[in-house]
């Protein structure tokens, strides 16, 4: 498990987490969403002990984690920024993975190294950006760790690529416990498998829940109401946004599907049905009750 207490960071004048509570259970998949500039990318680098906390504390298995050689033998960090030595190819990058992890799968990593189509013996900087995320990945699973810390893991692979990872992820999730902490932008590609997700906006979280907890509380309406009446008459829902084009009013409400059809059945509407959000739908939904209004910013 990995626990965040008022976990704080801060780069000069600019604060980048702000007291973070967040709980982070083993054998899910945890997906990191946010605004650019949330802190996402500084919340991996502070749970993978690269970054050390102004405030608070963040464990990992009730081990700090930051100057924690023991702790860090449990997760494998997949940064944005993908680096490796200078002239390494994969074997060489294989070789030292092995002597700082002590589970390191040889030859697991030879047999994806094959099955990716990547070159075992080919300088890694003469690599696509796509084939460098792919070694990443590679070297992470391999690593045989309890945690996979990724960002932005996704970004660089096309379609058939991001599917294999995927698959990875699952299957090492079943075999043996796997972890993945995964923060990225594109919420469509978390959506088919993250379990759990934590929303952060302008360094704090937002909300952390199951994804289809989630889904089931938060619903989208689709409605034509009796004439002369607008959304400032639905004063029973608790509605997060509306937007209406002719007689077609669109919803998003807060609520159990039963609860929102129920109170919208009162109104007698001409019209309507019910539509659960995707996850790129419910961030937006959230992060506009925060104040980051997708209209502000385009009108």
């Known amino acids: 498990m990995i626990q965040a207490v008022q976990l704080t960071k801060r780069f000069e004048d600019i604060l980048a987490v702000d007291h973070i509570d ?40 009730g081990q700090e984690i930051y100057e924690n050689t023991e702790a860090k033998k449990k997760f494998f960090y997949i940064s944005d920024e993908m680096y490796f030595f200078s002239n390494a190819s994969p074997l060489d990058m294989m070789t030292y993975y092995s002597r700082v992890y002590d589970r390191f799968d040889r030859e697991r990593f030879h ?8 070159d075992e013996k080919r300088r ?41 990872v995927k698959s990875i992820f699952a299957a090492d999730m ?32 937002l909300l952390s829940r199951d994804l289809d907890d989630m889904k089931l509380n938060i619903h989208k309406i689709q409605c034509v109401l009796q004439p002369g009446m607008g959304p400032e008459d639905l004063v ?4 997060l946004s509306s937007e209406q ?22 109104y ?7 539509i659960p959000l995707t996850l790129e739908e419910i961030f937006i939904s959230e992060t506009e009750v925060a104040g980051y209004d997708i209209k502000k910013l385009v009108f």
Do not use: W
């Open 245 to 266: 084009r002719g007689r077609l009013l669109t919803l998003t409400v807060r609520g159990t599907r039963e609860e929102v059809e129920e109170k919208i059945k009162a």
């Open 174 to 205: 079943e075999d043996r416990n796997l972890t993945p902490i995964i923060a990225s932008h594109n919420l469509r590609e978390l959506e088919d498998i993250c379990d759990h997700v934590g929303l952060l906006h302008k360094g704090g979280i």
């Open 236 to 239: 029973t829902l608790k509605c």
């Open 111 to 118: 047999r994806l190294m094959k099955s990716f189509c990547l």
């Open 268 to 274: 007698e509407p001409v019209f309507f049905e019910c």
């Open 22 to 61: 967040a709980v982070i259970q083993e054998g899910s998949v945890f997906g990191l969403i946010g605004t650019n500039g949330a802190g996402k990318s500084t919340f991996l680098r502070l749970a993978s002990g690269i970054l050390k906390p102004d405030e608070g504390q963040i464990t990992l298995d």
């Open 124 to 164: 890694i900087h003469t690599f696509s950006k796509g084939m460098k995320k792919q070694v990443s990945v590679i070297c992470g699973i391999c690593a045989n760790t309890e945690y996979l810390f990724c960002d932005e893991t996704f970004d660089g692979l096309d379609p058939v690529m991001r599917q294999a």
